[in-house]
């Protein structure tokens, strides 16, 4: 959480820290900027923001009590006295606002104004640079330094002032100009994106501020030196210097694609955008824009995964350097992702080409084709509620299409999997994408699960709970969603590279020591640090905060072995096991109320209980093939969750009423060589569309529905319902009319997924 601790949001969260683990983090800090500048890299520093710990505040105002660390007179500089002399003792400090769901002991982080106390700013702030300076060495013509002093805290003033704005950024390059007279700072832009505070004055004075700074010398040679660099943090989405016209011409700025928020791992990117990137901005600057632009940059929260997103991009960088502006030689996008795909999976043979090429030819026009970067993400590792406004018709289609497609990809990357030499432990890159589709895969038939789990509890409440039907299904239900939880878990422990151990391990090994301090209420205070980095670790994929359900929940949540078994899994039974515990309530007349009555408080505590155990889980190794798990979940093994409640299967519809009603092509039809790996495509649920003029009674349909059902797929008998009919009228309630009279086909299920 330290970026969080530097940005001015957090402040002491996860602590404290050793003082062997900082004199680790300095020694690994001096071998990265010894490699860097090898390479003839600049490397971005820091510098001062203006925030502050509480305990200067507390000097300053002579108070010898701290909140958190009990007495700290001792911390005093000036003789005699348990004060901190001029300039802080007249410093005015303004304290920022909660952040992120986090409570007042970790956020409100005090910011030492440089509008009223500028001599005090910048006496911290230039000895901070010069203590860096002394460890890190400077780069001689002008360094770069970072630092931001409002992300995601809008800055205390009133809506009409902007001085503070001004003298904040002017005072952040005076600190920079002490120690490095030509030094640039990077300002990072997600401010201006992420607030609807800044606008155009706001942003004039904050970028002005530090402009002006520029000496009259380096004014001159404004197209050489400017004091400032702004980071267009997450341009694939939204352009800020197109918000704010290339920044009203105030500082140079970089184009840069974040992609990816905390790590949460999908198959999603905009690779069209990246890959018509150079023409876009070739087109801008003939048009008179983007003026101040002057690179392109990535910023992403996380790595190791979406390779193909940061290939294309590498890709654009470099032949853009290049050729000055041109476009890669492979215009043809298709044709790029056919090649990507044959380099990454090391082709060996034309049947390796012919495969590669087909998984990255259908992933390239899906995946990759853009807009699915938030749709995409399962709902297995976001907080348990109901209802859910995500789970809609639109995403209803969205699961319905991806798995078409994902049903195309799966079989291709399991064929070129089996044909390569690969153990267990191993881990390749045809491996890890053939668990990532998979993952993907049982994702959707989790949320598709879900969606019905939702639906039928609406249909039990409005109508008024006559039958026995919802309870008994709802109860079956929740085992094939836990079961399906269950299921990716075991796929994931397949490969190291998708294990909870593997993360807690590396953790527990940074440090092994313990530290003993003052702790809140005065009395000493022993910290195991081991167990400590341990808690962080769990806390970072999980809750973020002391408290489970606030904020950034779920923010960085990760596909991992051992977090879906035990996190995961945990929250969803008891949130599952509560609400059909309550369903006969008769004080429940609204989906609404269960939010309140389905054992939330007994949820979060189980979820913080989970966090704060500083103990890791057992090291697993599995002694099973991916290969081996995705067979069994494919169909292969009749009692796979996935064979039991799939998600798209075969269709049947009426093409005009008064005709027989007969069965239709499915989505897709396997091929030969696809058969086995999805038999379960073949005998599994029904699905029907059903639409028909007002009026028309449907008992007579839905007997022939059941009917239907029953030969089609007897071992399975679970129907599924897509009612789409311009009258009006309840498919749903006369199919449990008809199985209700009909006890020998009772054990169907029947749910309306619209």
Request: charged share 20%; proline share 4%.
């Amino acid at each position: 959480f330290l970026a969080w601790e530097r940005m001015g949001n957090l402040r002491g969260f996860g602590g404290p820290l050793s003082y062997e683990w900082i004199m680790q983090q300095r020694d690994l800090n001096i071998g990265i900027l010894a490699s860097m500048r090898g390479l003839g890299m600049t490397p971005v520093l820091s510098c001062f923001a203006g925030h502050v710990p509480e305990i200067l505040v507390k000097l300053a105002k002579g108070d010898n009590k701290d909140d958190e660390m009990g007495d700290v007179s001792g911390y005093a500089t000036t003789t005699n006295t348990n004060k901190v002399g001029p300039p802080f003792s007249n410093a005015t400090f303004i304290r920022n606002s909660r952040w992120g769901g986090f409570g007042t002991l970790d956020t409100k982080v005090w910011f030492l104004s440089p509008l009223q106390s500028r001599e005090a700013y910048r006496e911290l702030g230039t000895a901070f640079m010069r203590m860096q300076q002394r460890y890190y060495g400077g780069d001689s013509g002008g360094g770069y330094y970072n630092c931001d002093a409002f992300n995601e805290v809008d800055p205390q003033q009133t809506s009409d002032d902007t001085s503070l704005l001004a003298s904040s950024a002017a005072a952040v390059v005076e600190t920079i100009r002490d120690v490095d007279p030509n030094g640039v700072w990077v300002v990072q832009g997600w401010m201006f994106y992420f607030s609807q505070f800044w606008n155009e004055q706001r942003v004039r004075a904050y970028l002005g501020g530090a402009t002006a700074m520029a000496t009259k010398q380096q004014q001159q040679h404004q197209h050489q030196y400017h004091p400032i660099l702004i980071l267009d943090l997450f341009s694939e989405e939204q352009v800020v210097a197109d918000k704010f016209p290339d920044y009203y011409g105030l500082g140079p700025w970089v184009w840069n694609m974040l992609h990816t928020f905390g790590g949460v791992r999908g198959l999603y990117g905009d690779l069209p955008l990246l890959h018509s990137l150079p023409s876009t901005i070739a087109a801008k600057q003939r048009n008179g824009e983007w003026k101040g632009l002057v690179g392109l940059g990535m910023t992403p929260e996380a790595i190791e995964h979406n390779a193909v997103v940061y290939e294309q991009l590498t890709d654009i960088f470099y032949y853009h350097s290049r050729t000055g502006g041109g476009t890669i030689p492979t215009t043809n996008l298709s044709e790029w992702f056919t090649d990507f795909g044959v380099q990454r999976y090391g082709a060996a043979d034309e049947e390796d080409i012919r495969l590669s090429k087909a998984i990255w030819e259908r992933f390239g026009r899906t995946m990759y084709a853009g807009g699915l970067s938030h749709l995409l993400r399962s709902h297995i590792d976001k907080i348990p509620y109901f209802p859910t406004e995500r789970l809609s018709k639109r995403r209803g289609r969205l699961i319905t299409s991806t798995m078409g497609d994902l049903e195309d990809i799966i079989p291709n990357l399991h064929t070129l999997l089996s044909r390569k030499d690969h153990s267990p432990e191993e881990s390749c890159a045809i491996n890890i994408d053939l668990i990532d589709a998979v993952r993907l895969q049982l994702s959707l038939v989790f949320d598709d699960a879900l969606r019905l789990y939702y639906q039928t509890i609406e249909w039990h409440l409005e109508n008024k709970k006559q039958s026995t039907f919802a309870t008994t299904f709802l109860a079956q239900l929740r085992i094939r969603i836990l079961s399906l939880i269950e299921d990716m878990d075991m796929l994931l422990d397949s490969d190291p590279n998708f294990r909870l151990d593997t993360w807690l391990l590396q953790a527990e090994r940074l440090i092994s020591s313990q530290v003993t301090d003052n702790g809140p209420a005065g009395g000493p205070r022993v910290i195991h640090l081991t167990q400590q980095a341990v808690v962080n670790a769990k806390h970072q994929l999980t809750l973020w905060s002391r408290n489970s359900g606030k904020g950034l929940d779920g923010y960085a949540a990760k596909a991992w072995s051992g977090l879906y078994s035990t996190f995961y899994k945990m929250r969803w039974d008891t949130f599952l096991t509560n609400i059909n515990s309550n369903l006969l309530d008769a004080s429940i007349v609204d989906p609404k109320q269960l939010s309140h009555s389905f054992g939330l408080l007994e949820m979060h505590r189980q979820s913080e209980a989970w966090a704060q155990d500083g103990h890791r889980l057992p090291k697993r190794e599995s002694t099973t093939s991916t290969l081996r798990i995705v067979d069994n979940l494919l169909g292969l093994n009749a009692s796979s969750s996935l064979s039991s409640l799939p998600s798209v299967r075969g269709w049947i519809a009426k093409q005009q009423w008064g005709q027989e009603w007969r069965k239709v092509s499915r989505l897709h039809t396997p091929t030969s060589h696809e058969n086995d790996h999805r038999r379960h495509m073949n005998t599994a649920i029904l699905r029907f569309r059903i639409s028909s003029p007002e009026g028309i009674v449907f008992g007579t349909i839905c007997r022939h529905l059941v009917n239907t059902c029953i030969a089609f797929s007897p071992q399975h008998k679970m129907l599924y319902v897509l009612a789409a009919k311009p009258g009006g009228g309840d498919v749903t309630s006369s199919l449990i009319d008809v199985l209700a009279s009909d006890g020998a086909n009772s054990n169907i299920w029947i749910a309306d997924l619209l």
